[in-house]
């Protein structure tokens, strides 16, 4: 079946702009996870989704970024006012409600801000 | 201090070779244990889960050591195919929560 999937998959923006990032997670996959990967670093943890609902957000790193699951499904990450450090791979990954130890990644949009 | 260490080297191994990788992390409280393989450019994909009775899948074996904190990973009769990124990772109560990532251990393996 289909996998987790990404949009876009690169986006170039300049500094001060507005992004969002999309992810479209297995289907039938409640949790849903944003981790963001600079180079030469495995994941950082921002937020886990439980349906709907941010369930932990312990990772956002400051109020410029914000992300959003309205129907529980396809989920929307926001960044505000991007900044050069915020470039990196953000990487989106959902697990099976009768698996939660096993998450699937989608293939990551590499945000690179000028 | 940080949660997952490893060594990032690069482990430079002839094919055939065996190789091991070792991490630590500092969680006490972590439930649940993983080896992730990321090959270039390309998102993290689960290799193995990692339990304390050891578990070998192929030529991968896997073991925990909880009184040490510590988390290994095996690889025999080393394929050209094996080179890539692997990622140790922890995860907290429930397993539904985020994962806690090394840096991950480069791995080429040379014809």
């Known amino acids: 079946g289909a996998g987790v999937s990404q949009t876009p998959s690169n986006k170039v923006t300049e500094k001060g702009k507005y992004v969002e990032l999309r992810c479209d997670p297995i289907?039938?996959?409640?949790?849903l996870y944003w981790y963001r990967q600079s180079l030469g670093q495995g994941p950082e943890f921002l937020i886990y989704?439980?349906?709907?609902?941010?369930?932990?957000d312990s990772g956002l790193p400051n109020d410029r970024f914000f992300a959003v699951r309205p129907e529980g499904s396809v989920s929307t990450l926001k960044i505000q006012r991007t900044e050069r450090g915020d470039s990196a791979v953000y990487l989106c990954?959902?697990?099976?409600?009768?698996?939660?130890?096993?998450?699937?990644f989608g293939p990551g949009t590499r945000l690179t801000v000028l | 201090r940080k949660e997952v260490e490893q060594d990032p080297g690069p482990f430079n191994v002839p094919e055939g070779a065996t190789v091991a990788f070792n991490c630590t992390y500092s969680?006490?409280?972590?439930?649940?244990f993983f080896w992730y393989r990321q090959d270039c450019r390309k998102e993290p994909k689960l290799l193995m889960s990692?339990?304390?009775s050891g578990n070998e899948d192929g030529r991968f074996t896997a073991q925990l050591n909880r009184a040490s904190q510590y988390i290994s990973l095996l690889i025999r009769d080393s394929k050209l195919s094996d080179s890539a990124t692997y990622l140790c990772?922890?995860?907290?109560?429930?397993?539904?929560?985020?994962?806690?990532f090394g840096k991950g251990t480069h791995l080429i393996i040379q014809p």
């Open positions: 990954a959902s697990s099976d409600p009768g698996r939660t130890d096993t998450q699937y």
């Open positions: 289907s039938g996959h409640t949790a």
């Open positions: 989704f439980q349906g709907t609902g941010a369930a932990d």
């Open positions: 969680n006490s409280a972590s439930q649940s």
């Open positions: 990692v339990y304390s």
């Open positions: 990772v922890v995860g907290g109560g429930g397993g539904a929560d985020g994962l806690t």
